[in-house]
Each structure stands twice: as structure tokens, then as C-alpha cells.
């Protein structure tokens, strides 16, 4: 049995590759784990939305791709419905002639493998484009906690660096 480290980028059922915690039979559960308060202080707010990385996924997936893009100078994109205001931010990187879409959940080349979380997010036709200004500025104003989501993804994302970097 050969036993491989989340940071290990290897191949998978002959489709593409991946690595962090996309190694992980469940990555909700994985994500779930690593909480705010491995971190940082909790603070006393019952509407603070924060206790584990998986808000880094679903909901603050927008913190985290800006974070990817201030610690490893990644491209930020979105993935969004054309008839729906929800969407999926992330981060692409194009290296060896392979593009890798990254999240909370690692790296991978699987296109496929990328939409079972964004697709959550997309129904129908969708569009891919790099995130603006205009976009951030949104976000900026729809949420009370930026602050405490960036501090957030950049402890996960330096903790476990080597999940998100090829």
C-alpha cells in the first residue's frame, strides 16, 4: 500500500491531479476541523460566521481567493450562474500547459473534480472571469467581518501552504 501526504500533488482515477485536502474521503469534515479558534480568539458575537475553515468554502470563498491572491500573487476568479447572483470565487494558476483551480479545498486539474463544490453555486450557463474591483468593493460592503475573514484564510493558507502551491 503506498500511502501518500495531502501535500503531494498525485494523480487520480486517470483524470487529473490534486492535492490537500482533496485527498480526503470528506472534505466538509477535513475543512471543519480546523477551526477559528486554532487561530485566533473567538470573539462574542452570535452572528459571527466563523468557526471553521469550511466557511472559507461556502461563504467566505471570496476572503479566500483574495488571500490566495496576497500570499502566492494568484489570479482571483469567479465562476457565476448567467441567470442567478450566486457564484464561486477562486484562483486559476496555467503551469506545464495544465491549468489548476484552487480553493479552501487545495489544488486540482480537474475541471470536473473543481465544479462538485461550484456547481452548488452555478445552475445552467455560467460564466468564468477574473474577479474586479467593482467586485470587491461589493463584497467589502457585504460583510461586517473582513477583517477576521482575511486574518482567517491566511492562517489556513500558511498553515498548510504546501496544499495550495505546485
Not at 463544490?117 to 460592503?141: H, L
Request: proline share 2%.
Amino acid at each position: 500500500m503506498i500511502i501518500t501526504k495531502k501535500e503531494d500533488l498525485i494523480s487520480f482515477k486517470q483524470s487529473g491531479w490534486h492535492k490537500g485536502f482533496y485527498h480526503d474521503d470528506n472534505i466538509t469534515e477535513s475543512l471543519g476541523k480546523i477551526k477559528y479558534t486554532d487561530f485566533f480568539d473567538y470573539p462574542d458575537d452570535d452572528d459571527f460566521p466563523y468557526d471553521s475553515a469550511f466557511s472559507l468554502l461556502y461563504g467566505s470563498c471570496n476572503h479566500f481567493a483574495l488571500s490566495l491572491k496576497n500570499v502566492f500573487k494568484y489570479t482571483p476568479y469567479i465562476i457565476e450562474g448567467n441567470y442567478s447572483k450566486s457564484f464561486h470565487a477562486f484562483c486559476q494558476l496555467y503551469k506545464a500547459g495544465t491549468w489548476y483551480y484552487i480553493d479552501a479545498r487545495g489544488i486540482t486539474s480537474s475541471f470536473d473534480e473543481f465544479m462538485k463544490i461550484a456547481k452548488d453555486f452555478v445552475i445552467g450557463e455560467y460564466t468564468i472571469r477574473t474577479v474586479t474591483s467593482n467586485d470587491i468593493e461589493e463584497w467589502e460592503k457585504d460583510s461586517n467581518y473582513n477583517k477576521e475573514a482575511y486574518a482567517f484564510s491566511e492562517a489556513v493558507i500558511n498553515k498548510y501552504k504546501d496544499y495550495y502551491t505546485l
